[in-house]
């Protein structure tokens, strides 16, 4: 049996997964090489009009034949896939790889255009085609997932799929590497995710990089670098064992890095890098203590050591089963992976991070916060929730962290005024939705939350880039206003995210957001059971005690979904309805500058632009087109599909689907738990629609109606304490800066004092003492050695020269001593 | 007239080869032209064969000469046979010693002894 590609795509999917991942890194490895190839090749101006040729001129004889290499190529290459599969050889996949590697390193190397120009032209283009294919195998994946699961099977037929993508990468003795696939709910649902959004963003990106000055001249290193983001998403979400996982995450770590300092011009950009990576590196210290107590737990067992999620989980799972007390291990290595999870996701205690990563470009910014890099972690407690469930105390961690963050995060974005960074701490406090989602059990609500909330974050992320690329560079709402006029499409699809994200019956967000919370509320009532399968028998195991005292998390989150709907709607009437106030924009010297005092926070988005933003150029002149403008086709055709998916996705968790609950049926660990329509689950989900209405009407109210400003500046003046507390996000960073840094500091000044005066003092001690004792011995070796050398010479010397006149040289001289000797031999022979 | 052969004494040799010995020995010493230093060693050598030849005339060994058909008593001639290999010596000590003689001539452009002292400390 024969199959084109584009059958096999659409019926096969998951034997062409592992292109997914395959197709960024590529796109990324080629990009690199060729702009590294290339380096030294200035950029020329492009011409406007190409200078004609000479066809009287014959073309060099080898560049006319390339195209017929390639084609060969390529031919050749098919003829050999193809054939191999008709002969049904085994077809190795990894071998291949290394083979298009190096082809594309030699098409690098050798491609006729030998200029950077070429790159930066195609290069943004071949990362979008790259994700974009991918998009398409993982729509199809998850399609055939999705037909195979409810209409068949009661679950996925991973086993038989998985096994198709381990590959033995190395080994020794008893200790091997299997890497592959792991293609089950999680993994399908997530990578469609992230290879949907992330080539919306990119798409998003052509547009928004190109007009910028500075990301015009970098695209290609951008799009490289967005390319590599994505290939350590999907390697996270695709893993089946910890070592590629924790590779996508490191990889992660540093395209983060790398993109939030995009504008290596901006030393704020350099600085919000510098956090992102330490902060989020504080985490993954964590995380690998974590992954070394579950490795400790293997030498407990006979089993030969294996990096396996699903080898890790059943031992782990199995000795809880045999009724072995791990003790203190699971809660231990549980809490230690939840650190690196709470660095990834900015989570309460490490959170600073994120809102100072608003630093990078906007797209950065959507590819961070929707897909990629906070939604890794987790991603990461989800996966190794079988770990969390084995302990009350790391779920219970988890749920309060959660709900910490998710109203903490959502009172701080009530304050804030630069777009960006209300969006980075609704993030935030989203991300301790889903935090709660999976600390509380409900884990196929949280990770149904991750879902939704990466489509519309992404969605409201370029949004707002829209928006400020639409303004010129300004990011803070107060001089925004009546763009919804002037943006109309902009306006709707933000329209629509914003509805997703507040929770407003039916867009995705209201659907997940209130499992999460009937969740919570479902722990105070009936805590968590775990269940367990033993020999075709389920038990149960009550993990948490129910308690009321839980309530509290249920109502932070309650709490926060009407902050939540509240911030998200001021945004709108701020930056999308009422008069348009650009006309304020005229400086942070201007008397207009708003009735609200000038912070530092204020300027800083103005600060960091090495050039006035908003509609002046460089000296002063207004713009013809200072009017904010629609973005163009390119830019919001990436809006409308993902406020689709805004729209509709929630629809796959619906809770009265029953059976046919998508999100229940795959998202799940052990047996799916399918939520049940009770009178109390209904009024839950009244009441969440309530709140989230109340929400929207007040933040609608506050801004847009007299009486709502005026209640607003009473109220800001009655709690001013508590405004500025919240204004200063709680101190968080200031205490860090306090009690953490500055100790730090200080801990290092001691440790330079300690260095340049007792280290070194130590050090040059012994210096001047080996100095001295050489000097002794010099001195000794002088005199004394040299001393007696010399005198034994002087003493052969002096008695040479006593006795060296006996040898005159006179022959006659000698003759007289025999003779005179002869006569004393003589006088003794007759004196005797 | 017929005189009874009466053998010198012994003691008359002894005392001319001394007086030669010491006259060889005072040229060596005294002398300095390096012929007359030959010609003083040449002096001593035929003291010495003197010495030799009397003392072996006088107190040589008899011994019996053991021939096909006879035995014939003879007298030593060691010290005659010494004497000339003396004399055999001296003259080839004589043709060293010339040459010598002129190679530091051709050197020195002497053969004064007190100019010829450069084999020293």
Redesign the interface.
């Known amino acids: 049996m024969e199959l084109g590609l584009i059958e096999k795509i659409f019926k096969y999917p998951e034997t062409l997964a592992h292109w997914i991942v395959l197709l960024p890194f590529l796109s990324f490895a080629f990009i690199t090489l060729k702009l590294v190839i290339n380096r030294n090749v200035p950029l020329k101006p492009r011409l406007k009009e190409k200078p004609q040729k000479d066809p009287n001129l014959p073309p060099p004889a080898w560049k006319s034949y390339i195209w017929l290499i390639a084609v060969l190529a390529v031919a050749l290459a098919f003829l050999g896939i193809r054939g191999g599969m008709r002969e049904g050889i085994d077809i190795n996949i990894a071998g291949w790889v290394q083979w298009i590697v190096g082809i594309a390193v030699l098409v690098a190397v050798f491609w006729p255009n030998n200029s950077r120009q070429w790159i930066q032209k195609y290069g943004p283009y071949i990362s979008v085609a790259a994700i974009g294919i991918g998009a398409v195998i993982a729509t199809s994946l998850w399609l055939k997932t999705v037909s195979i699961g409810v209409y068949s099977n009661p679950g996925l037929p991973d086993s038989a799929w998985q096994q198709a993508f381990s590959y033995h990468w190395f080994g020794f003795s008893d200790f091997n590497i299997d890497i592959g696939l792991k293609l089950d709910g999680f993994g399908v649902f997530g990578v469609w995710m992230v290879t949907v959004v992330a080539m919306c963003i990119q798409w998003f990106s052509l547009g928004y990089m190109w007009d910028d000055e500075y990301g015009r001249k970098h695209i290609a290193r951008y799009f490289a670098e967005h390319s590599l983001f994505a290939t350590g998403m999907l390697g996270v979400v695709l893993s089946d064992n910890i070592l590629t996982f924790l590779i996508g995450w490191e990889v992660m770590g540093l395209c983060s890095y790398l993109l939030i300092g995009f504008f290596t011009h901006k030393p704020s950009a350099n600085a919000a890098q510098l956090k992102a990576f330490i902060t989020t590196r504080i985490g993954d210290v964590g995380f690998m203590l974590g992954i070394f107590l579950l490795g400790l737990m293997y030498t407990y067992t006979g089993f030969p050591i294996s990096l396996n999620l699903d080898d890790i989980q059943f031992v782990a799972t199995h000795f809880d089963w045999w009724g072995v007390n791990l003790g203190w291990l699971p809660t231990a290595a549980a809490l230690l992976i939840l650190m690196g999870a709470i660095g990834k996701s900015a989570q309460f205690p490490l959170h600073v991070w994120l809102p100072d990563a608003m630093e990078g470009p906007t797209p950065v910014s959507a590819l961070i916060h929707a897909a990629t890099m906070v939604a890794a972690g987790v991603f990461l407690v989800a996966r190794f929730f079988w770990l969390f469930e084995l302990s009350p105390t790391a779920m219970l961690t988890v749920a309060w962290i959660g709900a910490i963050t998710a109203f903490g995060a959502a009172t701080i974005g009530v304050v804030q005024y630069d777009i960006k960074r209300i969006l980075a701490y609704s993030t935030i406090s989203q991300l301790g939705y889903m935090m709660i989602g999976l600390g509380v059990g409900a884990l196929s609500a949280g990770f149904f939350h991750l879902l939704t909330h990466a489509y519309f974050k992404g969605l409201l992320f370029l949004g707002s880039g829209a928006v400020i690329y639409g303004c010129r560079h300004i990011q803070d709402i107060r001089y925004m206003g009546g763009l919804s006029k002037k943006m109309p499409i902009t306006y709707l699809t933000f329209l629509a995210g914003t509805l997703a994200l507040a929770g407003i019956f039916p867009f995705a967000g209201y659907w997940s957001k209130d499992e999460i919370l009937a969740g919570a509320f479902n722990l105070a009532k009936n805590g968590y059971q775990r269940y367990i399968e033993l020999g075709g028998d389920l038990y149960r195991v009550q993990v948490i005690e129910p308690n009321m005292g839980y309530l509290v998390i249920w109502f932070l989150g309650v709490a926060g979904a009407f902050l939540t709907a509240f911030y998200m709607f001021r945004l709108i009437s701020y930056v999308f309805l009422g008069p348009n106030q650009n006309y304020k924009f005229r400086g942070p010297q201007s008397p207009d500058w708003g009735h609200h005092p000038a912070t530092e926070a204020d300027t800083t988005a103005y600060k960091a632009w090495p050039t006035p933003p908003g509609p002046f150029d460089h000296d002063g002149h207004e713009h013809a087109d200072a009017e904010p403008k629609e973005v163009p086709k390119s830019m919001w055709i990436p809006l409308v599909i993902l406020a689709l998916f805004s729209l509709l996705y929630g629809l796959m968790g619906m809770p009265f689907m029953g059976e046919r609950n998508l999100i229940a049926n795959f998202i799940h660990h052990g047996h799916p738990h399918f939520p049940v329509m009770d009178g109390l689950t209904i009024g839950l989900m009244i009441f969440g629609f309530a709140v989230a209405l109340f929400g929207v009407s007040v933040g609608l109210m506050i801004n847009n109606t007299e009486w709502g400003a005026a209640y607003k500046d009473r109220l800001k003046e009655k709690y001013s304490g508590l405004y500025r507390v919240v204004y200063n996000k709680y101190y968080v960073d200031e205490f860090y800066e306090e009690y953490i840094i500055q100790p730090f500091f200080f801990l290092t000044q001691v440790a330079r004092t300690f260095d340049n005066y007792v280290v070194d003092g130590i050090v040059n001690a012994a210096g001047w003492l080996t100095w001295q004792f050489a000097r002794f011995q010099g001195w000794w070796d002088n005199t004394v050695v040299d001393g007696i050398v010399n005198g034994v010479a002087w003493i052969v010397g002096f008695f ?1 020269d006593m006795v ?1 006149p006996v ?6 001289n000698y ?2 001593v025999v ?1 005179i000797f002869v006569l004393f031999y003589l006088l003794t022979l007759f004196v005797r | 007239m017929t005189y009874p052969e009466v053998p010198v004494p012994i003691h008359f040799y002894v005392m001319l080869a001394t007086l030669l010995f010491c006259v060889g020995i005072y040229g060596c010493l005294a002398r300095r032209n390096a012929i007359a230093i030959l010609m003083s060693l040449e002096l001593m050598f035929n003291a010495c064969n003197i010495i030799l030849v009397a003392f072996c005339q006088r107190h040589g060994v008899t011994f019996t000469l053991q021939s096909f058909s006879r035995a014939q008593d003879i007298e030593s001639p060691v010290g005659q046979i010494y004497a000339i290999f003396v004399i055999t010596i001296a003259a080839a000590e004589a043709g060293v010693g010339l040459a010598l003689a002129i190679a530091a001539y051709r050197h020195f452009k002497s053969i004064n002894m007190d100019n010829i002292n450069i084999l020293k400390w």
């Open positions: 040479s060296k040898q005159s040289g006179y022959v006659q003759m007289i003779i």
